[in-house]
């Protein structure tokens, strides 16, 4: 934790014109997703501004100057972070965003942790800290600065909440007036402190069940309920299965022309969707197929349950949770969007780029124990056909009741204990 107020900690950082350390002003800014502390370097006199260790920035610190002629990053991991940071005091925000405060808490000293962030996978997961931190902390005021869109996540009135009403994709480029009102907020404790937030905890600790507010999948009932598969679409990240058309896609990316192409990417990604789940009702007729996510472009076949939307609202993230906590297997791409589908679900498939190798497994919500954390949940490469993904959605549907059944017997019950919707009674010893 950082202590922030009425004494902002004195953190070190080094000075991106002549990389000579020095310690904090004292001073902080509440930039939106970023802390920064303002430096003078003890060296040089330079002015400059460093990321305080919170969330991300604890993994790939930065310091810049207000004019972005100077700054120091990690040049090969940490550009994705930096550069909107950098700009972001540059060209200083030009929406007005409304800041509404709700749950208001009394208590002399606060920890807050600030979950602001333009990605949601990165929202979701800085929010888990909220729920850690409330556990290991019971008696602390709490207060948690959010994307408004995001606020149903918090489910503990005992926290308050600070919401920024701005889209995510608006978030990157700063929060205009962020840093006074939370310095005006700060006016009504002794003390506050920030919370590092860190990027990878430990979900087991977590009960997403509360969370989300939706039971997920009980695995007893996996044999007893009618089989349901949803794939969760993307429109900006697809499964396409041809060399051809993946380096057209890398190169819509890189030179533009993705809204070109778009039309002919989501209509590979719902013709192989097609042939999957036909290949699927082949052996398994009565199953149900849905398919979720955002962009309704790409016409599905017949049988398949279309719940995509364009736009997603409270009411829609409550109707898709129904969803996935009723499905065996979820099925998508590598991404953010896996991050609720797969915390609900039994199990999943997911497609994962190669260039995405590196970060397996970051998007996914619940682990389940032991083997069944690998039978249950599988990962194919990008280049996989329909038929060796049905494959693989045949095999935790049908070899799941034998696999259960025996892990159970011979765990004793043990390392289920902790595991939502899993009871001792389920043990058949
Ligand atoms: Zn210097």
Redesign the pocket.
């Known amino acids: 934790m950082i202590d922030i107020y009425p004494n902002a900690q004195s953190l070190s950082a080094i ?6 350390t ?1 310690e904090g002003s004292g001073k902080v800014y509440f930039q939106g997703t970023h802390v920064l502390a303002e430096h003078r ?6 002015d ?1 501004y460093a990321s305080l260790p919170i969330g991300h920035a604890a993994l790939y610190p930065v310091t810049f100057s207000q004019d972005g002629k100077y700054a120091q990053y990690n040049l090969e991991k940490g550009t994705w972070m930096a550069l909107p940071l950098i700009k972001s005091l540059q060209e200083k925000p030009e929406r007005e965003a409304e800041i509404n405060l709700f749950q208001v808490q009394k208590g002399r000293e606060l920890l807050l942790v600030n979950c602001l962030d333009s990605c949601f996978g990165h929202v979701f997961t800085k929010i888990w800290n909220v729920y850690l931190l409330k556990k290991k902390f019971p008696t602390n005021t709490l207060a948690v600065l959010l994307p408004a869109r995001c606020s149903w996540l918090i489910n503990d009135e005992m926290v308050e909440i600070w919401a920024v009403d701005l889209p995510l994709q608006e978030i990157d480029k700063g929060v205009k007036h962020l840093d006074s009102w939370v310095k005006e907020q700060f006016k009504r404790f002794d003390r506050v402190t920030l919370s590092v937030v860190p990027v990878h905890v430990d979900q087991e600790q977590l009960n997403f069940g509360k969370i989300l507010q939706a039971k997920p999948f009980d695995l007893a009932d996996f044999g007893r309920l009618p089989v349901q598969l949803t794939f969760i679409w993307r429109n900006d990240r697809f499964w396409l299965n041809s060399r051809l058309l993946d380096l057209l896609h890398k190169a819509s990316i890189k030179f533009g022309g993705l809204s070109l192409l778009r039309g002919l990417f989501c209509y590979q990604q719902a013709r192989l969707m097609g042939r999957l789940f036909q290949k699927i009702r082949k052996v398994l007729p009565d199953a149900n197929f849905i398919v979720t996510g955002l962009g309704k472009q790409g016409r599905l076949g017949s049988g398949l349950q279309d719940r995509r939307v364009e736009q997603i609202d409270l009411s829609v993230e409550r109707e898709w949770n129904e969803i996935y906590r009723q499905s065996h297997l979820v099925i998508g791409v590598h991404g953010s969007h896996m991050l609720i589908p797969t915390a609900l679900s039994a199990g999943f498939i997911e497609i994962l780029p190669r260039h995405k190798l590196p970060h397996i497994t970051e998007d996914i919500g619940r682990h389940q124990p032991g083997r069944l954390a690998h039978f249950l949940g599988r990962f194919v490469d990008e280049f996989s056909s329909p038929h060796l993904v049905s494959r693989h959605v045949l095999a935790v549907v049908k070899g799941f009741g034998f696999i259960y059944t025996n892990f159970i017997k011979q765990s004793n019950g043990n390392l289920f204990k902790n595991i939502q919707g899993l009871k001792e009674s389920d043990n058949p010893n």
């Open positions: 000075c991106p014109r002549c990389s000579s020095s370097c003890n060296d040089c006199g330079f400059y």
